[in-house]
């Protein structure tokens, strides 16, 4: 009959546990260990919402570009001629005019009653022209009637005295008598001198008033012209052709001389004012060559004046039209400008990443040969444009890399694309 001991059997039942927690560890540890020298699975990019481009070699065009509007080279300001209250507005911005057409009709009683008193003033001068003029000339007549009448006593007495003389010499007249007649001779012929003198000096006189009352009356006339002009003018004209681009009054508005009252602008003399970011201006030029898209046509023009100072961080650049303007260029109308700076041979190059500017060197996906995963490469950029920029070093022809914003992935330097 066999004894059972139990002593000897807990002992192995606890050498046989000690043994498994022992194995199992182990088996814990070497998992860790593995498990630390296995590497990060890639984070996943999904192909369709990625931009992925390929790397080229061959010409650069260098372009910046800008937003902005056309903007008429030739504009008028129409100003108020006087003061005035706006009686009525003719037009409405929009509608094509010449320089007679009328926009606004202006009310000034008091101009136009002093262009009234002016008129009456002229008229009242020239009657007064006209009655200086009769009295003269009735006084030159009177002159001249005296003159005649002189003269006709003068011949009477110059023909006595030759027959006295006649008569003296045969001793029928008494000398005395002929002094007496010499005299007489000698007198009338000094009267006549005289008035014929004072007729002389009285024409003078008379062409002298005549020219005195002419002025006034001239002076008069433009006055009561430039009244007139200045009524007239409150009915305001253009001045010039072109479009009516801004009413600035309304009717009843009291305006003074000089307000803008309205803008006239000619379609045919339009530019582009482009909007070029501080950072890109550097490059531009003035005559480079101009793309502006209208969005119903691209017109073709040059940059021909760059703004010196800065507004808002951008400059201000005119590029002035060389080419056939579409049907629906418009002043305001907006427009976007692409300026080219200079086109580069045998240059590598790749679309603009979403992180990165010119000259400096950023972090770029590489995709391997079969696309199916992207290495994180250090590449130098160059030059850029307006949708590309040059490869310095880090890239090769051909190479394929994400363009689009990576952020999302983390610190991965692989990632799979799929």
Known sequence: MDIKRPGKSKLKKRIRAAILVVIGLAAVGGITYGLTKLKPAAPTLDRSTAVIDTVKRGLFVRQVHGNG??????????????DGRVETILL??????????????????????QAIDADFQMKAAQADAENLKMSLESESLTQQSAIASINAEYSQAKLQLDTDEVLGKQGLVPEILLKVARVRVQDIANRLKVERERLAISAKSTK???????????????????KKDQVDALKVRAGTSGVLQQVSVQIGQQVTPGFNMARVADPASLKAELKIAETQIKDVRVGQPVDVDTRNGIIQGRVSRIDPAAREGTFVVDAELTGPLPASARPDLSVDGTIELER?????SVGRPAVGQAQQTVGMFRLSPDGQEATLVPVVLGRSSVSTIEIVSGLREGDQVILSDTAAL?????IRVR
């Open 92 to 113: 409405q911005p929009g509608v094509e005019v010449s320089a007679s057409t009328v926009i606004f009709d202006l009310s000034n009683p008091q101009m136009e009653q």
């Open 410 to 414: 983390g610190d991965a330097k692989r």
């Open 208 to 226: 002298a008033q005549i020219n005195a009352q002419e002025s006034r009356v001239q002076q008069l006339r433009a006055l009561a012209k430039l």
């Open 69 to 82: 509007t056309l903007v008429p080279q030739l504009t008028r300001w129409v100003p108020a001629p006087a």
């Open 344 to 348: 580069l041979d045998n240059v590598l």
